[in-house]
């Protein structure tokens, strides 16, 4: 996974909407059935079919561009022959969401800059004379790859990891280690370090100064009050600014922007 996909699968498992991904997934060469047959969710919905790159390639007259290897096939005679078989496209992130109306989903194409969407390859750089050639068949490609989720009526993204705050990519990805780890805490304290935690970011203290008292008061680590702070950040608990660092040693701000609404049409069907 390269950066600008490690920093979007992370904002895309921020949005509590979400609820399941799939990461470098094949676009299937032959009619295929949608992203949603299948999946507990999907079930009872009428859902279009995809047709397969194939079908689409030859349709915008692109079939001799579409990637093939070479198999062996066993002839008549006793030896062999070689067949060109098409080879799947690789999608970066297919998000599974829901909203009122229901299930849906969203395919991402992530690059690390708008303009790495005009590339092809690392060719565009050793060849800038070729550049206009690049960009056309990089754009073939994303309409390729559009219009293969389009026959389901599923949008296509194109994200860029340079739309992305680098305050908040910092926070989501240091936020994020903490979802899982584990913590031997009642329910009801935890709930009470939150509360407390909500105060603190009221009154712009900084949070580090009332760790003593909340490890005193409730028998646990400072690991234990740090993890609990920040799986309630993260999980949307406690709304914080993540466009500022979050820093426990200085005030922590309330939240001024959702991040989630920042990038709402992201998420959209």
């Keep these: 996974m390269s950066r600008a996909e490690f920093h979007a699968t992370i904002l895309a498992l921020y949005q509590p909407r979400l609820f399941d991904l799939h990461e470098q997934h094949a676009l299937s ?49 006793g030896g062999s022959t070689f067949e060109r078989v098409p080879f799947p496209y690789i999608g970066d992130l297919l998000l599974f969401l829901r909203d009122q109306e229901g299930p849906y989903c969203v395919n991402w194409t992530v690059k690390k800059t ?22 056309a068949r990089a754009e073939d490609r994303h309409r390729l790859e559009e219009m293969y989720f389009a026959c389901a009526g599923i949008k296509t993204v194109r994200v860029s ?67 609990v702070l920040y799986q309630a950040i993260w999980r949307r608990e406690l709304r914080v600014d993540l466009y500022r660092p979050i820093m426990v040693d200085k005030p922590i701000h309330p939240e001024r922007m959702d991040v989630l609404d920042m990038y709402a049409s992201w998420f959209e069907r």
């Excluded at 303009?115 to 690049?134: G, N, Y």
Aim: charged share 25%.
């Design 29 to 77: 060469t032959v009619p295929t059935e949608h992203p949603l047959a299948g999946h507990p969710e999907g079930n009872g919905l009428s859902l279009p079919c995809i047709d397969g790159t194939v079908l689409i390639a030859e349709r915008l007259g692109l079939l001799m561009r579409h990637p093939v290897v070479l198999m062996t096939v066993p002839s008549t005679d």
């Design 114 to 135: 708008s303009e790495d969407f005009k590339r092809t390859s690392f060719q565009t750089c050793r060849k800038p004379d070729r550049a206009e050639v690049h960009a």
């Design 161 to 227: 990891e340079d739309l992305l705050n680098e305050t908040v990519k910092f926070n989501l990805a240091m936020l994020i280690r903490a979802d899982h780890l584990p913590v031997d805490l009642s329910s009801e304290v935890r709930a009470e370090l939150v509360d407390r935690f909500k105060l603190c970011v009221l009154s712009r203290e900084a949070i580090l100064h009332h760790i003593p008292k909340m490890v005193s008061a409730f028998s646990c680590s400072q690991e234990e009050v740090l993890t």
